[in-house]
C-alpha cells in the first residue's frame, strides 16, 4: 500500500514538473529565452509516461535529462557553487527517487528481459552532479595585495571627532593595536543599552573620554568610553514629521572645539540636525544647551522654505563642520510630485548659529536668505547624505541628489539637469561653486549621489595626487582631481538606451568610470530561483521587462533597473586605507522592476496601482471617482501645476513571483572588495554576509552560504591591516585582512547593525577599542522566530532600546 501511495505521489509530482516546464518553458522559447526548459519538460513528461507504465525505461530518460542538465549548467552558471546549485540540486534530489525500495517495487515483474539498471543510468549523472559541485567556485577573486608606501611622519590620529572619522570622510584610523596578529584575540568588555527605540543608524564620535551618541528622535547621549557607563543625556522632543523609517534616523552628530580665546557657552559641543528640521547645539561636556547657539540653543532650518508638509523635509544626516561654519542640506521626500521644498544648502556660524550662506541652485550667484515675500526656489535637487571637507583647499563636497519626479523628468528645469547627480566642489566661505562633476545626466532612475565624498591622495603619473572617491548608486566609483574636478583617470561617456515614453527625454550618453565597478549585465542565464521552476518564471520576466543595460528608461510596460534605487553604494560609502590609497567597497547588487502609470491610470487601476506603488503613495490616494483634469497648456506662472506630470512610477525589488522568496537574479548580493586606487587594480573581491539568517519561504535557513546579504551601512579600514563591517543581514561583524580577503575575525550580534563601526585609543587605558551600534528591534530578514511577523523592525523589541558593543584585547 505504502509503495502505491509513494508510487502515485511521484507520478503525480513528474507530470506537475513537466507540463509547468513544457508549457512556461514553450513560451519563454516563443518569447526568445532559452530551449532548455521545454526540453526538460518533454523529458519529465515522458520519463513520467514511463513511470505510468512501470517500465524501467524511465532511467535511461531521467537520466539523459541529468546529464544534458549538467551540461547546460556548467555552460551557464561560470562554475559558480550557488548558481550550479538551483540548477542541479532539485533534479539530483529527484533522481535518489529510482534508488528507493517502492521504486522497485513499482516495476513490471519480467525475468527474461534485460532492465535498465538505476546504478549506470542514474547514479553515474548523480556522481557527476556531485563532483561538480563540489569542485565549484566560491566567487573570491584574488588578484594582488597592493601599494604599499612610507608611513607619515606625524603623530597619530587616535581619536574619532567626525562621521567619517576625519572631514574627508575616510573612515580610516591611525591605530594598529588591533591588527592582523592580534585580532582574534578581541573580546566584549563592555554593553551600553540606549534605552532608545527603533532605528540606531548612527556612527559614534569619540573625543574627551566619551563616545557621543544620538538615537531616533535625534536623542543624544554620551557615554565614558573606557566603561561604556552613561555620563549625560539630551532629549530634544522633537516632533516626527511622518512614521516613514526615515523619519525616525539620526545617522550621526558633529562635534566642535572653539578656538583659543573662546569665552562664550560650550567651548566643546555636540551639534545634530533633527527630524523636526532643526539644528540644535549643545554642550559636549555636559549635554547642556549652548543657549547662545540660534534662539535658545536651536536654528530653525523650515525658514525661508515653500509652504510645505512637515514629512517632505527633515534632516537625517550630521552637518558640516567646515571651520567655523555648520553647512546643512535635507531629505526632501522622495516623490513624484513637483513643487517640493527646496534642496537648498545652507552654512550658519558654528558657535552662534548665525546665518552664513546658502547654496540655492535655482538662484545663482546670490548667497543670501530669501528676499522679504520669497523662498528658496522648490523642488530643486537636495543634498542628504554626508558631506565632506578639504581644510586645505577650503572645499565641500556636496553629494547631490535628483529632482522629483524620481523617474519621470519631463518637467525637469535647465538648472535641475545641471546640478543633479553630481557631486559639486563649494567654496566653505561663500557657498560659491568651484566645479562639479554630474555621475548620471538628465537622472530619471532614482541614482542620486546618497554616499559621502571621500578624500584620498593617489599616486598616478608620479604625482601625489589630491582626489575625491565618488561612489554612486550604480556601483561605479569615479576618481576625480579634487581641485579642478578632472578626471585623475580618462573616463568615457557611453552611448546608453533611448526611446522613453512620450514626454521624457534622455541624455544620449552617460558617464563610466575607468575603476572596477559593481554592476554587472544581467542576462537571462543570470536569472536565478531554488528550483527550475521559479528560475523559469524569473527568466519569463525578465524577457518580459525591458532591459537594455544600465540606464534603460522607465516604461509603462515595466522596465528591469539593474542596479535598483538601493545601491550600489548607498549612505555607508567607502573607507580608505589612507596610508596607501586603497579603497576598500562594500556595494550591494540589488535589482528592481519599474512601472510608470500616467495620473489618469493610478486614478483608475485601483488595485493595480496599490500594487506596484504601494498604499500610501500620494497617487494612490487620489479619489478613483474624482472627474480627471482637464487637458490644457500649463500656467507659466506655477511651474509646479501638477497636472502636468505624465507619469507616477514606483520600484520593487526583482524577486521571485513564486512563493520561495528568493531574488530573481543570481547571488552575490553583495561584496566586498579592494581597490587600488593608484593603479586601478581590483585587488580582491568575495561575497559579504551568509545566508543563515535568511533562506526561501521566509525561514532562516542557518546555512553558511556566502550569498552577500544585505548591507545596510560601510566599513572601517585601519592602519592594522584590516577593515571591519558590522552592517549585513546576518547580524554578524567580521574583520577582513584588507590585503587578502580573508577573515580573521567575526562574532555574532544581537541583530541586524544598521552602522559603519568605529574605533578609538583610549588615552585613559590605553587600549583600542572597536565599538558596533545594533538598534532594538532590529531589521532581521526574513521573519522574527517567535512572532512570524514580517515588519520593518522584526526582533522583538525589549524597551531597552539599542546596543553600543565595545571589543578589546583583555
Not at 83 to 91: E, F, H, K, S
Not at 140 to 164: F, S, V
Not at 170 to 184: D, H, L, M, P, S
Not at 438 to 447: A, E, F, G, K
Request: proline share 8%; glycine share 10%.
Amino acid at each position: 500500500m505504502a509503495a502505491r501511495i509513494a508510487h502515485w505521489a511521484f507520478l503525480s509530482l513528474l507530470i506537475f514538473i513537466g507540463l509547468y516546464l513544457t508549457l512556461l518553458g514553450g513560451y519563454l522559447a516563443y518569447i526568445g529565452g532559452s530551449v532548455y526548459y521545454v526540453a526538460a519538460g518533454i523529458a519529465v513528461l515522458t520519463t513520467a509516461l514511463m513511470v505510468e507504465r512501470r517500465n524501467a525505461y524511465a532511467l535511461p530518460i531521467y537520466g539523459a535529462l541529468l546529464g544534458a542538465t549538467l551540461v547546460w549548467s556548467i555552460f551557464e552558471a561560470d562554475g559558480y557553487l550557488l548558481t550550479l546549485l538551483p540548477r542541479l540540486g532539485a533534479w539530483m534530489g529527484l533522481g535518489l527517487w529510482f534508488f528507493t525500495p517502492w521504486y522497485r517495487q513499482s516495476l513490471k515483474a519480467d525475468p527474461a528481459s534485460s532492465q535498465p539498471r538505476a546504478l549506470p543510468w542514474i547514479g553515474s549523472p548523480l556522481l557527476a552532479c556531485a563532483l561538480v559541485l563540489l569542485a565549484a567556485g566560491h566567487a573570491y577573486e584574488k588578484n594582488g595585495t597592493g601599494t604599499e608606501r612610507t608611513l607619515p611622519d606625524r603623530a597619530p590620529i587616535t581619536d574619532w571627532r567626525r562621521y567619517g572619522n576625519t572631514d574627508g570622510g575616510t573612515r580610516f584610523a591611525e591605530i594598529e593595536q588591533i591588527n592582523t596578529e592580534t585580532v582574534g584575540q578581541l573580546k566584549e568588555v563592555w554593553r551600553y543599552r540606549t534605552g532608545v527605540s527603533n532605528d540606531f543608524k548612527m556612527t559614534p564620535l569619540q573625543a574627551n573620554g566619551l563616545l557621543y551618541l544620538c538615537g531616533s528622535g535625534n536623542v543624544m547621549m554620551a557615554v565614558d568610553s573606557d566603561s561604556g557607563k552613561e555620563v549625560w543625556r539630551h532629549d530634544p522632543k522633537v516632533t516626527f514629521p511622518a512614521k516613514h523609517q526615515y523619519a525616525k534616523t539620526c545617522r550621526g552628530l558633529s562635534y566642535h572645539e572653539a578656538p583659543a580665546g573662546y569665552s562664550g557657552q560650550c567651548p566643546k559641543r555636540i551639534v545634530t540636525g533633527t527630524v523636526d528640521a532643526r539644528l540644535i547645539a549643545v554642550d559636549a561636556m555636559t549635554g547642556e544647551r549652548c543657549t547662545d547657539f540660534g534662539v535658545e540653543g536651536a536654528v530653525d532650518l523650515r525658514k525661508g522654505l515653500s509652504e510645505h508638509h512637515p514629512n517632505q523635509y527633515y534632516v537625517t544626516s550630521p552637518p558640516l563642520v567646515a571651520d567655523d561654519v555648520l553647512v546643512v542640506g535635507g531629505l526632501v521626500l522622495d516623490s513624484q510630485d513637483l513643487g517640493l521644498p527646496s534642496g537648498v544648502l545652507r552654512a550658519f556660524d558654528v558657535l552662534t548659529g548665525k546665518f552664513a550662506w546658502a547654496w540655492d541652485l535655482g538662484n545663482p550667484g546670490y548667497y543670501g536668505e530669501p528676499k522679504q515675500g520669497e523662498t528658496y526656489t522648490p523642488g530643486t535637487p537636495n543634498v542628504w547624505s554626508i558631506m565632506s571637507y578639504d581644510a586645505e583647499l577650503d572645499l565641500i563636497f556636496a553629494p547631490t541628489g535628483n529632482a522629483s519626479p524620481d523617474y519621470y523628468g519631463g518637467e525637469r528645469r535647465p538648472y535641475d539637469d545641471e546640478w543633479s547627480s553630481a557631486v559639486v566642489a563649494l567654496d566653505a566661505g561663500t557657498g560659491e561653486p568651484r566645479w562639479k562633476y554630474q555621475t548620471v545626466h538628465h537622472d530619471i532612475w532614482d541614482y542620486d549621489l546618497p554616499a559621502q565624498p571621500v578624500l584620498v591622495d593617489v599616486d598616478h603619473d608620479g604625482e601625489r595626487v589630491p582626489a575625491v572617491a565618488v561612489p554612486t548608486k550604480m556601483g561605479d566609483i569615479f576618481l576625480l582631481d579634487r581641485r579642478d574636478g578632472t578626471q585623475v583617470f580618462p573616463m568615457e561617456e557611453r552611448v546608453v538606451p533611448q526611446a522613453p515614453e512620450y514626454g521624457e527625454y534622455l541624455s544620449p550618453t552617460q558617464p563610466v568610470s575607468a575603476l572596477p565597478n559593481f554592476h554587472p549585465y544581467l542576462h537571462e542565464k543570470d536569472m536565478w530561483g531554488l528550483t527550475p521552476l521559479d528560475q523559469l518564471a524569473c527568466r519569463i520576466e525578465y524577457r518580459l521587462l525591458r532591459y537594455e543595460g544600465m540606464y534603460t528608461p522607465p516604461t509603462t510596460g515595466g522596465t528591469l533597473i539593474a542596479p535598483g534605487n538601493f545601491g550600489g553604494f548607498n549612505w555607508g560609502s567607502v573607507s580608505v586605507d589612507a596610508d596607501n590609497g586603497l579603497l576598500v567597497a562594500a556595494p550591494m547588487l540589488l535589482a528592481h522592476r519599474l512601472m510608470l502609470f500616467t495620473p489618469e491610470q493610478v486614478a483608475k487601476a485601483g488595485p493595480i496601482a496599490r500594487y506596484v506603488l504601494g498604499e500610501h503613495h500620494p497617487a494612490v490616494r487620489m479619489d478613483p471617482d474624482a472627474p480627471l483634469p482637464e487637458a490644457r497648456e500649463p500656467d507659466p506662472n506655477d511651474p509646479y501645476d501638477h497636472v502636468r506630470i505624465r507619469y507616477y512610477g514606483m520600484p520593487q525589488p526583482f524577486m521571485a513571483r513564486l512563493p520561495t522568496g528568493v531574488p530573481c537574479f543570481e547571488p552575490p548580493w553583495s561584496r566586498i572588495a579592494v581597490i587600488d586606487l593608484n593603479t586601478k587594480e581590483l585587488l580582491w573581491s568575495r561575497p559579504l554576509g551568509s545566508m543563515k539568517d535568511s533562506g526561501p519561504f521566509g525561514l532562516r535557513s542557518g546555512l553558511p552560504f556566502n550569498v552577500g546579504v544585505a548591507v545596510r551601512a560601510g566599513t572601517l579600514t585601519t592602519r592594522g591591516g584590516l577593515t571591519f563591517v558590522s552592517s549585513t543581514m546576518d547580524r554578524t561583524v567580521r574583520a577582513f585582512d584588507l590585503r587578502t580577503g580573508e577573515i580573521k575575525w567575526a562574532q555574532e550580534l544581537p541583530g541586524s547593525s544598521q552602522s559603519t563601526p568605529m574605533t578609538y585609543l583610549s588615552e585613559k587605558s590605553g587600549k583600542q577599542f572597536l565599538i558596533v551600534t545594533i538598534p532594538n528591534p532590529s531589521w532581521r530578514y526574513p521573519r522574527d522566530p517567535k512572532t512570524g511577523t514580517y515588519t520593518d523592525s522584526q526582533s522583538i523589541q525589549d524597551g531597552k532600546g539599542g546596543y553600543v558593543i565595545a571589543y578589546a584585547i583583555n
